[in-house]
């Protein structure tokens, strides 16, 4: 099978659907790593590494292999969190290749949201039926910019991290949501601080290879997306057992194996700790006025095969996900590689990371998660199994919250008909 990528939405999905036995089309050694994790082993280190050479004519068989692994952790349900985003400030000590997310304070239109503001958009989501406010928020601007510092030590803040753990303790005490922070790197204070007024946490790795903060590499002017940095944040937040979310960022000029390699880093801390709750497969889409704005995108095929090795990477138990706003053409399509979550999706407010790319409407999200034979739930921040099951991750304040907003299977209470007609 070749051209996966330029056939139509359709056809892709008939063709991959069309494979009954993964491991029939597949030869040598990346047929016999397949048939060890569909007989239930974890995939070896070795084992993963042959997906990098994997071909074309493999990718079907691997992505069905991906959704049969799906299936038997997660069935037939696939999740989204109900959020609003809050871009609490813009400014950024850091610059990425492709991000439009950062500005400095010339450019900014505010240099923080207020704590006003803040609560303004938790209410207005709270009043929508949401249940996570995301904090995301440039990598400590302090550092760089002196109108940073002054507007923090102006309201009794050293830090930017101070700050959100104050917006995050109004979030909760004000609204009904439960804060997400998504701050940048995180030392062992910072982020025992925050666990008790988050729920749950995040940092993308994006990629554990140091050849990308190279000269001319997309991080190169970014020291906090350096590998050894991301990967103590993920370790210490195993440590203090905090729910946690991560990905890979594919198409910014990474290779194969070293996204694999950046999914074995994952697999390891969550084998020892436990605590990553969600892996993220996100696609590079170039931006305008960046340094990667004649960058090509990352194709569907590529995306495929990444989402694909997640999954078998990772296996059954940890949730995946691939961001539909970013893949509005043809987002049905990764259920069949093995995702079983859509993210935040909002009913309220845009991407503000990607806000070229707007979320699909819920109805719509619904629907075609229904054509393809799954079920669409709403979860909180907080995905079901550490409410049911994994409650030593659960701080010992929220426990109680996340309790009165869960249903019996961890889930969110009052399911889709939390938002029926409500937005298409």
Same mark, same amino acid.
């Given at each position: 099978?070749? $051209?996966? =990528?330029?056939?139509?939405?359709?056809?892709?999905?008939?063709?991959?659907?069309?494979?009954?036995?993964?491991?029939?089309?597949?030869?040598?050694?990346?047929?016999?790593?397949?048939?060890?994790?569909?007989? $239930?082993?974890?995939?070896?280190?070795?084992?993963?590494?042959?997906?990098?050479?994997?071909?074309?004519?493999?990718?079907?068989?691997?992505?069905?292999?991906?959704?049969?692994?799906?299936?038997? +952790?997660?069935?037939?349900?696939?999740?989204?969190?109900?959020?609003?985003?809050?871009?609490?400030?813009?400014?950024?000590?850091?610059?990425? $290749?492709?991000?439009?997310?950062?500005?400095?304070?010339?450019?900014?239109?505010?240099?923080?949201?207020?704590?006003?503001?803040?609560?303004?958009?938790?209410?207005?989501?709270?009043?929508?039926?949401?249940?996570?406010?995301?904090?995301?928020?440039?990598?400590?601007?302090?550092?760089?910019?002196?109108?940073?510092?002054?507007?923090?030590?102006?309201?009794?803040?050293?830090?930017?991290?101070?700050?959100?753990?104050?917006?995050?303790?109004?979030?909760?005490?004000?609204?009904?949501?439960?804060?997400?922070?998504?701050?940048?790197?995180?030392?062992?204070?910072?982020?025992?601080?925050?666990?008790?007024?988050?729920?749950?946490?995040?940092?993308?790795?994006?990629?554990?290879?140091?050849?990308?903060?190279?000269?001319? +590499?997309?991080?190169?002017?970014?020291?906090?997306?350096?590998?050894?940095?991301?990967?103590?944040?993920?370790?210490?937040?195993?440590?203090?057992?905090?729910?946690?979310?991560? +990905?890979?960022?594919?198409?910014?000029?990474?290779?194969?194996?070293?996204?694999?390699?950046?999914?074995? =880093?994952?697999?390891?801390?969550?084998?020892?700790?436990?605590?990553?709750?969600?892996?993220?497969?996100?696609?590079?889409?170039?931006?305008?006025?960046?340094?990667?704005?004649?960058?090509?995108? =990352? $194709?569907?095929?590529?995306?495929?095969?990444?989402?694909?090795?997640?999954?078998?990477?990772?296996?059954?138990?940890?949730?995946?996900?691939? @961001?539909?706003?970013?893949?509005?053409?043809?987002?049905?399509?990764?259920?069949?590689?093995?995702?079983?979550?859509?993210?935040?999706?909002?009913?309220?407010?845009?991407?503000?990371?990607?806000?070229? =790319?707007?979320?699909?409407?819920?109805?719509?999200?619904?629907?075609?998660?229904?054509?393809?034979?799954?079920?669409?739930? @709403?979860?909180?921040?907080?995905?079901?199994?550490?409410?049911?099951?994994?409650?030593?991750?659960?701080?010992?304040?929220?426990?109680?919250?996340?309790?009165?907003?869960?249903?019996?299977?961890?889930?969110?209470?009052?399911?889709?008909?939390?938002?029926?007609?409500?937005?298409?």
């Amino acid at each position: 099978m070749t $051209g996966l =990528a330029l056939r139509s939405g359709q056809e892709v999905v008939d063709r991959l659907q069309a494979v009954s036995d993964p491991a029939a089309g597949l030869r040598g050694p990346l047929r016999e790593a397949v048939s060890r994790v569909l007989d $239930g082993a974890a995939m070896r280190a070795e084992d993963a590494r042959a997906l990098a050479s994997s071909s074309e004519d493999d990718l079907p068989f691997l992505c069905r292999a991906a959704a049969m692994l799906r299936d038997r +952790g997660k069935g037939n349900v696939v999740t989204f969190s109900p959020k609003v985003f809050i871009p609490l400030t813009m400014l950024c000590r850091d610059f990425c $290749g492709y991000c439009t997310f950062r500005k400095s304070p010339g450019e900014a239109d505010r240099l923080y949201m207020t704590p006003e503001e803040v609560l303004a958009t938790a209410r207005a989501g709270d009043r929508m039926g949401c249940a996570e406010a995301l904090l995301t928020l440039g990598e400590r601007p302090e550092q760089r910019y002196a109108e940073a510092k002054a507007w923090l030590g102006d309201r009794g803040h050293r830090t930017t991290l101070d700050y959100v753990r104050e917006v995050s303790s109004t979030i909760l005490e004000e609204t009904g949501l439960l804060p997400h922070g998504n701050p940048g790197t995180m030392s062992r204070r910072e982020m025992a601080g925050l666990r008790a007024v988050n729920a749950s946490m995040g940092i993308m790795l994006e990629n554990s290879s140091n050849r990308l903060k190279e000269p001319g +590499g997309p991080h190169e002017l970014a020291p906090s997306k350096w590998p050894a940095v991301r990967l103590k944040t993920l370790r210490i937040a195993g440590e203090l057992k905090i729910p946690f979310t991560t +990905g890979v960022l594919i198409g910014i000029g990474e290779t194969r194996m070293e996204v694999v390699d950046s999914l074995l =880093a994952i697999r390891g801390l969550h084998e020892e700790y436990g605590h990553i709750q969600e892996v993220i497969v996100q696609n590079f889409r170039a931006k305008p006025e960046t340094a990667m704005a004649d960058h090509p995108d =990352a $194709g569907s095929s590529y995306l495929l095969w990444a989402t694909a090795a997640a999954r078998l990477i990772m296996g059954p138990e940890v949730n995946v996900q691939v @961001p539909p706003n970013l893949n509005a053409g043809d987002y049905p399509v990764y259920l069949l590689a093995g995702i079983n979550d859509w993210g935040g999706v909002s009913p309220l407010t845009i991407d503000y990371v990607n806000p070229e =790319a707007p979320w699909p409407g819920l109805t719509e999200l619904q629907r075609q998660t229904r054509a393809m034979g799954m079920e669409l739930r @709403p979860r909180l921040t907080v995905y079901p199994e550490y409410v049911t099951r994994k409650r030593e991750y659960l701080h010992a304040e929220l426990s109680s919250r996340i309790d009165s907003m869960a249903d019996s299977d961890g889930y969110l209470k009052g399911g889709m008909e939390r938002y029926a007609g409500s937005t298409s």
